[in-house]
């Protein structure tokens, strides 16, 4: 693949394995940016980016915000409460303010499920998922398959275990797109609740039994119980679901020596992962947030029309 051709970075589904290595590939040249003096590129000079954010964000919008920044754009944030939305405003009528006001890119995260989807025909400017309901998040299963790379070499032929609430997770199923297509062997678990066996038609292996998840793992990915997309009680209480599937040291002990951990955050220490876990040698979830700022730069760049990395 010699170019990028697409204005909207809505999903993984819809993107080519090709399109993926194109991204990826990418994002390594903007890595390389960023261990410079000077972390700053030209490339959007003169171009506005705004982040819509209609659902709370710590990593994706402040990454965003910097990857924008870094390559020359102005960049307005919006969030729910400080917008008229809050006043009976639909999202439509926001967007196509925004581009009044000449938005070249709207990134955006929603509560919603298929609200990119929904805004990215209406509009000239380019749209990002940041985020939508518990459909997809994009940025973030590029981000990770991006630290693999950089850790494990490869993607194709790995045991990666994602282990948590994948029923309610817009990572686990961004996720799964990317890995498959890449050719991991992936399993899923978690509670039966959670991780349903129609998972099971992504081409995914799911258990509901921890011990069997972990045991050749190469690579584990936890995720948070997602209690704000939950409307049902789906498992007795939060100690148990520690005790049944949190990643403790016990469990930690007994995986692969090279099994490397990851979570996209925000983490639940003493939930789903205890704190010696999350900060132990073999867990990469800071690298995953430093890596989503090439990995953001990478979509920006290419979705603003970009096709090779300027000095
Ligand atoms: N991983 C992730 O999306 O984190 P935020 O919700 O903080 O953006």
């Keep these: 693949m010699k170019r990028w051709q697409r204005k909207d970075l809505l999903g993984i589904q819809e993107l080519s394995v090709a399109e993926i290595n194109f991204l990826l590939n990418s994002a390594q040249a903007f890595k390389q940016v960023g261990k410079r003096s000077v972390k700053k590129v030209p490339s959007l000079r003169g171009k506005t980016v705004?982040?819509?954010?209609?659902?709370?964000?710590?990593?994706?919008?402040?990454?965003f915000e910097l990857a924008a920044t870094r390559l020359s754009a102005d960049v307005i944030n919006i969030t729910a409460n400080a917008s008229s939305l809050v006043k009976g405003e639909t999202l439509k009528d926001t967007a196509l303010n925004l581009q009044a006001l000449h938005a070249d890119v709207i990134i955006i995260r929603h509560s919603a499920a298929g609200a990119p989807h929904f805004?990215?025909?209406?509009?000239?400017?380019?749209v990002i998922n940041a985020g939508d309901g518990a459909h997809e998040h994009p940025t973030q299963a590029l981000l990770d398959a991006f630290t693999i790379l950089e850790k494990k070499g490869k993607i194709a032929g790995l045991n990666i275990t994602i282990l948590g609430d994948i029923l309610f997770s817009r990572v686990a199923r961004s996720n799964i797109w990317l890995l498959t297509k890449l050719g991991a062997n992936v399993t899923l678990a978690g509670p039966s609740t959670l991780v349903p066996r129609v998972f099971e038609q992504f081409g995914c292996r799911v258990t509901h039994n921890i011990d069997d998840a972990l045991r050749d793992a190469d690579v584990v990915n936890l995720l948070r119980i997602q209690?704000?997309?939950?409307?049902?009680?789906?498992?007795?209480?939060?100690?148990?679901?520690?005790?049944?599937?949190?990643?403790?040291?016990?469990?930690?002990?007994?995986?692969?020596?090279?099994?490397?951990?990851?979570?996209?955050?925000?983490i639940n220490r003493g939930v789903e992962i205890d704190s010696e876990v999350a900060d132990c040698e073999r867990s990469v979830i800071l690298e995953q947030v430093t890596n989503g700022l090439a990995v953001r730069m990478a979509v920006l760049f290419l979705c603003s029309g970009g096709q090779a990395v300027e000095s």
């Design 119 to 126: 805004l990215a025909p209406l509009l000239k400017a380019s």
């Design 50 to 63: 705004v982040n819509l954010f209609i659902e709370p964000s710590t990593r994706t919008r402040t990454s």
């Design 227 to 266: 209690h704000e997309r939950q409307r049902q009680t789906l498992f007795p209480s939060i100690g148990e679901y520690t005790t049944m599937f949190g990643l403790n040291k016990e469990r930690f002990a007994r995986l692969k020596p090279d099994a490397m951990i990851m979570h996209p955050g925000p």
